[in-house]
């Protein structure tokens, strides 16, 4: 095509430059939402599964305690692995569902969706863990210190390993994966205390102590990963 005529048919169809843009925009009524209010927002799209399972376990340890007495501390321990998949598979429920890039140009950052929804979360299963725990240790005769570690540590082992597979492995693969990790740590549970159930005496106490402070360093730093992937992609599709 000739030059002349091809810049021609550019400036022909060029659209002119916006007049008084800012203006307008200053027009259009922006509707303002305090911190409770997102937070209730975001409490309103965690799926009713997520609930269902934290009832379940509940039910599992009220009702379970009255007939199964002492084996109610490694029911509940086989199924604290599940309450922390569910934590894992929110926070990956944008890349899997491949909509990631949509919830960037979102009014609310995807950054700031995912904080509020891990700690809302996080916050329900720390009272559900203060609730399961004396519980526990009450049909075990066990200390409460002690019945914590046994619950506490494999929450905080699925959700150490689940955030790091959700952050090196992106889809559906990711969520297969971290199913199976909690599938593992609750088969596990229920391994130890029927074939060695001597790790579990009080003199192995500082064993699960040490081995919880490492799982919670760790847990801390993959948190920071998966935040610091999530700014990445922010500022990738900017």
């Not at 994966?177 to 003199?203: D, H, R, T």
């Amino acid at each position: 095509m000739n030059k002349k005529l091809k810049k021609g048919l550019q400036d022909a169809f060029e659209p002119p430059a916006p007049t008084r843009k800012k203006e307008f925009l200053n027009t259009i009524p922006q509707l303002k939402i305090g911190n409770m209010s997102f937070l209730y927002s975001q409490l309103m799209y965690i799926p009713q599964y997520v609930w269902g399972v934290f009832s379940f376990v509940l039910g599992i340890a009220i009702v379970g305690g009255c007939f199964l007495e002492k084996d109610i501390l490694w029911i509940v321990s086989a199924l604290i692995p599940f309450v922390a998949l569910c934590v894992i598979i929110e926070n990956a429920r944008s890349d899997v569902y491949l909509m990631s890039e949509l919830e960037m140009t979102t009014r609310f950052s995807l950054k700031s969706v995912l904080l509020v929804r891990m700690a809302i979360l996080g916050l329900s299963h720390l009272l559900l863990l203060f609730f399961l725990i004396p519980v526990c240790a009450v049909y075990n005769s066990m200390f409460i210190f002690q019945t914590g570690l046994y619950l506490v540590l494999p929450y905080v082992l699925t959700t150490t390993i689940g955030l790091w597979i959700v952050r090196k492995i992106h889809g559906t693969e990711s969520m297969y994966l971290c199913m199976g990790v909690a599938i593992g740590i609750s088969g596990m549970n229920f391994f130890a205390q029927c074939v060695f159930p001597v790790i579990y005496q009080m003199k192995y106490i500082s064993f699960w102590f040490i081995s919880l402070m490492v799982l919670i360093v760790l847990c801390i730093k993959e948190i920071r990963k998966n935040i610091k992937q999530t700014e990445e992609l922010a500022w990738n599709l900017s």
